[in-house]
């Protein structure tokens, strides 16, 4: 499966982290059970956009951790553990950590985010996403 992920602005240039190899893992917290929770999968690829942006990066999945029932004990641990802020997890029940790998600079492109919602964060492609408007 196919993946895009929409990276939030306020965060600093985080594609370009990823494409450096400094940011290995992609962590996505939620309050509820939200993609990508139990949509990411090993050897998935995941394109990588600035909110607003074109699609700039991909990287291939090379393990997921989901991690449930998140109270403040536990996102202090999984933040310090993984290099984490830990407000990103505040009052979050759910937690996503996906592991990177071979992250690439792709041809930039648009996606089409039709049926995913104006605010969707990231979204899940049966096919490729390589689909222009």
Known sequence: MDHVAIMNKSFGDL??????????IESRWSKNKSAPW????????????????????KAEVE????????DQKA???????????EEWGKDKKYCTLIFLRNPKKV??????????GSAAAWMC???????HS
């Open 15 to 24: 594609i370009a982290k990823i494409l450096s190899g400094k940011k290995k």
């Open 38 to 57: 139990g949509k990411v999968h090993p050897n998935d690829v995941i394109y990588f956009k600035q909110s607003g942006g074109l699609v700039l990066a």
């Open 63 to 70: 393990k997921v951790i989901g991690i449930e029932n998140l």
């Open 75 to 85: 996102v202090a641990w999984i933040a310090n553990k993984y290099g984490l802020k």
């Open 107 to 116: 041809i930039p492109f648009k996606i089409d985010k039709s049926g995913f």
């Open 125 to 131: 492609y049966s096919s490729s996403p390589l689909i």
